[in-house]
């Protein structure tokens, strides 16, 4: 789950990186308020690189997803995005844990001596 959740992840840290561009070009934001914002957003999409495996993990990547979602008002491309982000997020913890336990699984018979 870690690789394709990550994975996710990083793609929106590009994706928050490009809609602070076109955000910048917003005449009622100030720069220094888009950029503050943008990077914190891609700070937390790479921290949760690493906490993604933790107790409360992919819980904080749904806020992320809702908050690019959200973001939405100021760019409205990112509306789209932030579902397409949301729907890839679903899909990175869906199949993440079935991939998890189908590991888990193929570990434990290899670990059973064969009876055959």
Do not use: N, Y
Not at 32 to 57: Q, Y
Not at 69 to 90: D, E, N, R, Y
Request: glycine share 12%.
């Amino acid at each position: 789950m870690r690789t394709l959740c990550s994975s996710t992840l990083i793609g929106e840290f590009f994706v928050i990186g490009f809609a602070g561009l076109v955000a910048m070009k917003q005449p009622d934001l100030s720069t220094g308020t888009v950029w503050t914002v943008c990077g914190i957003a891609m700070f937390l999409s790479v921290a949760l690189c690493g906490m993604v495996g933790r107790p409360g993990g992919v819980a904080l990547g749904w806020a992320l997803q809702l908050a690019l979602i959200a973001s939405g008002v100021f760019v409205p491309m990112m509306f789209f995005m932030g579902a397409v982000f949301a729907l890839l997020w679903w899909a990175s913890v869906h199949f993440g844990r079935k991939v998890d336990e189908a590991k888990a699984r193929f570990a434990a018979q290899a670990q059973q001596p064969d009876t055959a």
